[in-house]
């Protein structure tokens, strides 16, 4: 078996930098985030930010590029939220692009 220990920091934002996360809507994408990257056997370390980004540690696995990773995290938190109404004024959307270090 392989063995990876590669850690990431990676950051994203909002769709147009668009300050939709407010204070109790992030604890609660985050916390769901965090639940699902879990099930996924996603390595979600550490989720915080503000209104308009993301930060996130996480540890890749042998079998996820950092991009199927970041799909994964992103497409599913915005799908999820947007299912649940979690915004008032809209549906939730992320910037294509991200940091990752």
């Keep these: 078996m392989s063995f990876v220990k590669i850690w990431v920091h ?3 934002g909002t769709k147009h930098r668009e ?3 407010e204070k109790g809507i992030r604890i609660e994408l985050f916390r769901h985030m965090k639940k699902n990257a879990d099930e996924k056997g996603l390595r979600l370390n550490f989720i915080n930010g ?3 980004h ?4 996480l540890q890749l696995t042998a079998d996820l590029s950092i991009g199927k990773t970041m799909q994964l995290l992103k497409g599913e938190a915005s799908f999820w939220a947007n299912q649940q109404h979690l915004l008032k004024n809209g549906n939730l959307a992320w910037a294509d692009e991200y940091f990752a270090v």
Excluded: G, M, R, S
């Design 10 to 12: 990676a950051v994203w």
């Design 19 to 21: 300050p939709v996360l």
């Design 50 to 52: 503000i209104e308009d």
């Design 54 to 57: 993301v930060h996130a540690l």
